[in-house]
C-alpha cells in the first residue's frame, strides 16, 4: 500500500507528451517556500478553508474539535482530530479535506492507464512525484515497473535523497529524471531545505555517469536561492556537465504553498510574491550570461 495526496491528469509539464502524475506524501526535505505542504507528512492530515464555513453547525455534532465563536466563525483544535472523515461527509460546503488517502499500486496504475490513448498518440506517461518519491521507495517502484512493463513513458520527480540504489533501479527502467537542484551551496541549502545537498550531488553524478535521462530543475526562489553568486555557482555546474543532462529548466517561485499550509495548520517560513516577470527575466540573463541556455517552466 502507499499513501497518495493527488492523481492529475493531463499534465504537459512533467516529462514528454500528456501524462498523469502521482502525487506520492512524504518529504524528508523541509524547503521554506515547499509548494506541496500537503505532501510533506507520510501521514494523513486535514486541510480547513474556513472561509467556505457558513457557520451551519452540522459539523459541530461531527467533532469535539469544533467550536464557534462570538462572531460565528468556526475553529478547529487539530490537537483533538482523528482524521475520522466524519467533518467531511457533515459539511455541505467542502470546509474540510483529508489530504492522503492508501491505495495498491494496481489500484493507482488502473487509474494512471485510463488515459493510455493520450499517452500513446503523445509520447506520454506516468510521472511519479511527491512530496519526494523515494520516501516511498517500495511503491514507488513498483508504480515505475508496471509503467516500463505496459509500455508507457516513465518519469521520477525527485529532489535526489533517496538511497542510490532507488536511482539506480529507476534507471535500469529507463526512467526520466526530473531532478531538483536548488543550490549549490552546501550550508545555505541545509539552511533552505534542513539538510545539505552532498548526497543530493553525488546522486545527480551517478546518474550523470550512467547517462540516464536526467532533466535539470531550479526553483527559483527571490532572496533565498537567487543571488548573482548562487546562479553563477549553478552555471559552472552545469556548464562542467554540458551534454549529460536533457535541459535545464527555472521554475519561478508562486504562493500556492502559502495558501495550502494556512490550510493545512502549518507555519509558513517563507511568504513572498509571486515571483515576477522582472525577476524571470534576471534569472534567465543571468544564466544566459553564464553560458547556459534555460527553459522557464509554466
Not at 480547513?48 to 469544533?66: D, I, S, V, W
Not at 518519491?133 to 512493463?149: C, H, I, N, V, W
Not at 543571488?227 to 543532462?245: M, Q, R, T, V
Not at 499550509?261 to 543571468?286: K, P, Q
Request: proline share 2%; charged share 25%; with cysteine.
Amino acid at each position: 500500500m502507499g499513501t497518495i495526496f493527488n492523481i492529475q491528469k493531463f499534465c504537459i509539464h512533467d516529462g514528454d507528451g500528456i501524462r498523469t502524475n502521482v502525487f506520492l506524501k512524504g518529504c524528508p526535505l523541509r524547503c521554506i517556500w515547499c509548494h506541496n505542504p500537503e505532501g510533506l507528512d507520510r501521514e494523513k492530515n486535514i486541510s480547513f478553508f474556513a472561509e467556505r464555513c457558513t457557520g451551519c453547525g452540522r459539523c459541530l455534532e461531527k467533532c469535539p474539535g469544533r467550536t464557534i465563536d462570538g462572531e460565528g466563525k468556526l475553529h478547529i483544535d487539530r490537537s483533538k482530530c482523528t482524521l475520522c472523515g466524519s467533518c467531511v461527509e457533515a459539511c455541505l460546503n467542502k470546509v474540510n479535506e483529508i489530504m492522503g488517502y492508501e491505495a495498491t499500486a494496481e489500484e493507482v496504475f488502473a487509474d494512471v492507464m485510463k488515459d493510455k490513448m493520450f499517452y500513446d498518440t503523445t509520447g506520454g506517461g506516468m510521472t511519479v512525484s511527491g512530496g519526494e518519491p523515494s520516501y516511498q521507495a517500495e511503491f514507488a517502484m513498483t508504480l515505475l515497473r508496471m509503467g516500463k512493463d505496459a509500455g508507457i513513458g516513465i518519469a521520477l520527480e525527485s529532489c535526489g535523497i533517496g538511497k542510490r540504489e532507488f536511482y539506480a533501479e529507476a534507471a535500469d527502467l529507463g526512467t526520466t529524471f526530473l531532478y531538483d537542484l536548488k543550490c549549490m551551496d552546501s550550508y545555505k541549502h541545509k539552511a533552505l531545505t534542513g539538510v545539505s545537498n552532498d548526497h543530493i550531488i553525488d546522486n545527480l553524478l551517478y546518474l550523470f555517469e550512467r547517462g540516464a535521462d536526467v532533466r535539470i530543475r531550479m526553483p527559483m526562489i527571490p532572496g533565498c536561492n537567487d543571488s548573482d553568486e548562487d546562479i553563477a555557482n549553478l552555471c559552472s555546474f552545469l556548464k562542467e556537465h554540458e551534454g549529460k543532462y536533457k535541459y535545464a529548466e527555472i521554475m519561478p517561485y508562486h504562493t500556492l504553498g502559502v495558501g495550502k499550509s494556512d490550510h493545512l495548520g502549518r507555519e509558513v517560513a517563507f511568504r513572498a510574491e509571486n515571483a515576477t516577470d522582472a525577476d524571470i527575466a534576471r534569472w534567465v540573463a543571468l544564466f544566459e550570461r553564464g553560458g547556459i541556455k534555460v527553459r522557464v517552466s509554466k
